[in-house]
């Protein structure tokens, strides 16, 4: 345990609070006795990972548990293809610690700094249609209550409590352990490549055929389109066996691509935008022919997943599936009746329906629309106005990222959302766990 005094801010330097204390345990007996400990001393107490939810969800006002000392493999079943990991645990380490296994995750994100704990309890998603984000592939947790106690949640034990504990929100306890199903280790052959947007967003005289004709033909496909062009790049990645023979990329490709002119360059050009926003279609451009047009084939999880050095702010909605391209015209529409010039690329991914009570994706096919801006430049009236868009598509907003929603308005949007609040008065009852923004998003 320390005395606070430091300031923690969120990496997208949205969010900033002095906790009156900070502890790190490395036990689940520690975080028993921090949670008994607060909740005597009438404060609240909130676990933080790596930071990278651009909302409050992680603001710790009362007692910040760090769990960077919960970290590691803990079991295997090996028959189920199941593994048992501390809740601290980064995405990053985890295909180090599958690799002698001869496992993988089934799915992640683009983004691997978050610790498992984190991604799932905000609902992180990669894309793909067949695959869920990334609380889909919980089969278990270990979670400390309200008051203290340890509870397993599992498909055997408290199996009723598994569709909220799985993406909790943090709003029910300090996961301590995580049971992932996981798959064979698999290799993805990648193909980045640019193309009309307008043969992705209608159906286009080639074979290339509808954006949801492409979606369902892939494994994982997404694309990005930057504002003011009117081209997208487009990511297809298709499962390959562990066996095939690796084609990656070479590291002064990766260097240069994904360090020097990804980061690098681009970080340049967006501070240097902050000043001069005329010059941002033009600089768009020139990312949409520099940034899309290649092909490699490597270990899932170097494909996947991408370093991320630029500072943003983002929001993300998703949609039923089918309305991703009425979506994105009405954005593109915006942007261009506006006249504003908005830098940061605007990303469209994909992920199968769960029965996760608090998924964006509970109970239908979706799309997700995210729209970022420079960590420097304002993003209130662009959001704003996306949001609105959103909205009216029947959009649900991730829980990790910039909106403005409240809990009567997220009730309407979740079939099972009183039914996670039971469970939240169950297992948190004097509210150990809240924090300003799950008071927004789920009441007092």
Request: charged fraction near 25%.
């Amino acid at each position: 345990m320390s005395a606070s005094g430091a300031v923690w801010r969120n990496w997208g330097r949205t969010e900033a609070v002095r906790p009156k204390r900070v502890e790190r345990p490395t036990s689940a007996g520690a975080v028993q006795r921090a949670v008994i400990a607060a909740a005597r001393s009438g404060l609240t107490i909130k676990a933080v990972g790596a930071g990278h939810s651009f909302t409050g969800i992680a603001v710790a006002p009362g007692v910040q548990l760090d769990l960077d000392g919960l970290t590691g493999l803990i079991g295997v079943d090996t028959d189920r293809k199941r593994v048992t990991l501390a809740a601290g645990t980064r995405l990053y380490d985890i295909p180090r610690l599958l690799e002698p296994l001869g496992l993988a995750m089934p799915n992640l994100g683009d983004i691997d700094r978050q610790s498992i704990s984190g991604a799932i309890s905000t609902g992180t998603h990669g894309t793909g249609s067949e695959f869920t984000g990334i609380a889909g592939q919980v089969r278990g947790a270990v979670i400390v209550t309200g008051d203290g106690e340890l509870l397993r949640v599992s498909d055997t034990e408290n199996a009723e409590l598994l569709p909220a504990v799985a993406l909790g929100l943090g709003a029910l306890g300090i996961l301590v352990e995580v049971t992932l199903q996981c798959v064979d280790a698999f290799a993805l052959h990648a193909r980045e490549v640019p193309m009309p947007l307008g043969g992705l967003l209608d159906v286009p005289p080639m074979s290339l055929g509808s954006l949801a004709e492409r979606v369902e033909a892939s494994d994982h496909f997404e694309f990005y389109w930057f504002p003011h062009t009117r081209t997208a790049v487009t990511k297809t990645n298709t499962r390959r066996p562990a066996t095939d023979e690796l084609r990656p990329l070479t590291p002064l490709a990766r260097f240069t691509e994904d360090v020097a002119l990804t980061n690098g360059v681009y970080r340049a050009t967006c501070a240097a935008a902050v000043a001069l926003p005329g010059i941002i279609p033009r600089v768009n451009g020139m990312a949409e022919r520099l940034m899309g047009n290649r092909e490699f084939s490597d270990r899932s999880h170097r494909v996947f997943a991408t370093r991320r050095t630029v500072r943003f702010r983002e929001m993300e909605y998703a949609v039923p599936a089918e309305s991703v391209p009425d979506a994105l015209r009405d954005v593109m529409r915006l942007i261009d009746d506006r006249g504003w010039r908005i830098s940061f690329p605007v990303e469209v991914r994909f992920a199968r329906s769960d029965e996760l009570w608090m998924s964006t994706a509970y109970g239908r096919e979706s799309g997700y629309i995210a729209v970022h801006r420079y960590y420097r430049e304002d993003p209130t009236e662009y959001f704003s106005a996306v949001e609105e868009i959103m909205l009216g598509y029947g959009g649900r907003p991730h829980w990790g990222k910039m909106h403005t929603r409240g809990s009567s308005e997220l009730r309407a949007m979740y079939p099972r959302f009183d039914d996670f609040l039971a469970v939240r008065d169950r297992l948190d009852p004097q509210r150990v766990f809240a924090n300003p923004y799950l008071n927004r998003v789920l009441g007092e």
